[in-house]
Structures are given as C-alpha cells and as structure tokens.
Nanobody
Framework: QVQLVESGGGLVQAGESLRVSCAAP????????MAWFRQAPGKEREFVAA????????DYSDSVKGRFTISRDNAKNTLYLQMNSLKPEDSAVYYC?????????????????WGQGTQVTVSS
C-alpha cells in the first residue's frame, strides 16, 4: 500500500508560480510511474503530467506543456510539479497518483494509488 500526501497548494495571482509536492511517507516511490491530475469544480478529472521512475520519459497535457515541469526525487520519495505562468483556468484540486509498471498512461483508472489532493487557486 502506497500512501501519498500532497502539499504546497495555495492562492496565487495569474502569471505567478507555485510548486506542489507529493510525498510517500510510508513507502518508496522508486518503482512507480507517477502522475499529476487535476479536477476543477463541475469538471471531469484531467491528466496534467506523468513521469517514469527513472525520469527518462515524461508526458504533459497540451494545456500545461511549456509552463509546468514534473520531476521526482526517489531518494526523498517525493514527486514535484513546478507550475509557472499560472492562469485562472489552472485553478483546481491537484492530485498525485502512482501506478505500477512503466507504461505511460493519461487514464486515471490505470493508477492504483491517489493522494487526497491540494487546492490551487489562481486569481485574475
């Protein structure tokens, strides 16, 4: 069982930056493919980014490509999402997720473990 705990969300203005983190206090993330998803009120959950356990393969949604950077520190059992040039439409609850195997997936149903989420709000 992998427990995931997100942190770092908050309220920022459009154009500003924010970094959210996802820690696994009880276990190693090393051999899991990790991803970030987000969900805004009244909208479906949306894939944001994913990274293999070595970091050699990364995928971004078109809506965040060039503005967001996903990274991981396996020694610290922590996943990061650096978000730059934030827009009001980036406002959502951000969730980290983990899946076994290294097959890249944008489908949340493929992920076995989820965090509780952290709120990111971008004001205009």
């Amino acid at each position: 069982q992998v427990q995931l705990v997100e942190s770092g969300g908050g309220l920022v203005q459009a154009g500003e930056s924010l970094r959210v983190s996802c820690a696994a206090p009880r276990g190693a993330l090393s051999f899991y493919l990790m991803a970030w998803f987000r969900q805004a009120p009244g909208k479906e959950r949306e894939f944001v980014a994913a990274i293999t356990w070595t970091g050699s393969n990364i995928d971004y949604s078109d809506s965040v490509k060039g503005r967001f950077t996903i990274s991981r520190d396996n020694a610290k059992n922590t996943l990061y999402l650096q978000m730059n040039s934030l827009k009001p439409e980036d406002s959502a609850v951000y969730y980290c997720a983990a899946k076994s195997g290294q097959y890249m997936s944008r489908n949340g149903n493929d992920y076995q473990y989820w965090g509780q989420g952290t709120q990111v709000t971008v004001s205009s």
